[in-house]
């Protein structure tokens, strides 16, 4: 099961970086043997819920380095690697709601998966409580 929710978040973590580099006018979609839009859910072409300027600019980039750091900290959690075990839930928690934030302010087809994958860690954390002991017992 541990190795279920490392995959989710390493999954998660990358596509809320993919903020950081938005895919650019009139440019052609990631290949398919990346995963195309699906796993880079980001174009400057999206209609975004905020008007295109310095908010957006400035908020697109914090939300998707505090959800992927938050992500790649939980899995170093996980992994028993320099994160404390007891921050795990909160990590997820802590990127799952910044993830939620920038795919809202995002929204666009290719924000399904990701939405779809914050619900499900919340939902391990908040439904069925796990922590590092848990999921290597």
Do not use: C, K
Request: glycine share 8%; no cysteine; net charge neutral.
């Amino acid at each position: 099961m541990w190795i279920v929710l490392l995959v989710a978040l390493l999954l998660a973590a990358q596509l809320n970086l993919t903020a950081l580099v938005p895919l650019q006018p009139g440019g052609a979609p990631p290949p398919w043997w990346v995963g195309g839009m699906l796993l880079w859910p980001f174009s400057s072409e999206t209609r975004t819920l905020l008007p295109p300027g310095d908010l957006l600019n400035t908020l697109t980039p914090v939300l998707g380095i505090v959800a992927g750091a938050a992500f790649l900290a939980a899995a170093a959690a996980l992994l028993g690697w320099w994160v404390p075990a007891s921050w795990l839930p909160w990590l997820i928690v802590v990127g799952a709601v910044a993830s939620i934030v920038l795919q809202v302010v995002w929204m666009s087809p290719w924000a399904v998966l990701p939405l779809l994958l914050d619900v499900a860690l919340l939902w391990a954390v908040f439904g069925m409580r796990i922590s590092v002991a848990t999921l290597r017992a």
